[in-house]
């Protein structure tokens, strides 16, 4: 924080009060590598604003928040925007980004494909399914039910508690499509419902699982990678 207002030449009392602002004041002399990712995203915000912009572009404001950093951060976020900042945030999704965005663009293959106001009334959303293939049926298949989906040739199966089920998809596919809906890439082959995740078993330094509610008490391999970005997400 220092060093950027050296930088822009600003005076040092600017950090106290930004620190106070995104609520790090208690972890002012703590090393920036050892900040919690939540807590992290508020010192890259902080440090966007030091110099009161009149404009921010935010990537990804809210990847790997908790709830805390989310809602405190978005009412930063309106709170520049009050003060005429202009700002443009870029995300894979919009999930948090209705409360606090004037205009929403959906952008496909680099071009806008739709463009709306989300404080506008909006149609009523159809029910969300994810269609199977059942003994020459298609299945349509509640996110919330499923427990897990892997891979296997390239195709996308997924689990619930009535059995294994095909899907049209590949891995990639299926996780774009509950990216909102709870669920988790814990290995490159395996797409978890956290809903259903009821521990994390640690095996060896490198190896883990995670244990479903099921009445087999399903395990899903954890990578390491993924074990430590699940560890920041869930706080544990």
């Known amino acids: 924080m220092l060093f950027h207002l050296r930088l822009r030449g600003l005076p040092k009392s600017r950090a106290a009060e930004i620190l106070a602002l995104i609520g790090l004041v208690d972890q002012a002399k703590t090393r920036v590598d050892k900040l919690a990712s939540g807590l992290a995203r508020r010192l890259a915000f902080g440090s966007a604003i030091l110099h009161k912009p009149q404009a921010l572009i935010l990537i990804e404001p809210f990847a790997r928040c908790d709830e805390a950093t989310i809602s405190l951060l978005g009412d930063l976020i309106r709170r520049e925007a009050a003060n005429d900042v202009a700002i443009l945030i870029l995300a894979e999704d919009d999930a948090n980004l209705a409360p606090i965005s004037d205009t929403i663009y959906h952008l496909n293959k680099g071009r806008i494909s739709e463009a709306f106001n989300p404080q506008a009334e909006q149609p009523a959303a159809l029910p969300f399914k994810i269609p199977a293939r059942q003994e020459g049926k298609v ?31 590949t891995l990639g596919e299926l996780e774009e499509r509950l990216s909102r809906s709870g669920f988790f890439r814990a290995h490159r082959g395996y797409l978890v419902n956290l809903q259903h995740v009821k521990e994390v078993i640690p095996y060896t330094r490198n190896s883990f699982s995670l244990k479903l509610d099921d009445e087999a008490n399903t395990e899903v391999p954890l990578s390491k990678s993924a074990a430590s970005e699940l560890k920041e997400l869930l706080g544990y």
């Open 139 to 169: 299945a349509l298949v509640n996110p919330g039910d499923i427990l897990f989906a892997d891979a296997e040739e390239g195709r996308a199966f997924i689990t619930t508690r009535e059995g294994r089920l095909p899907t049209q998809f």
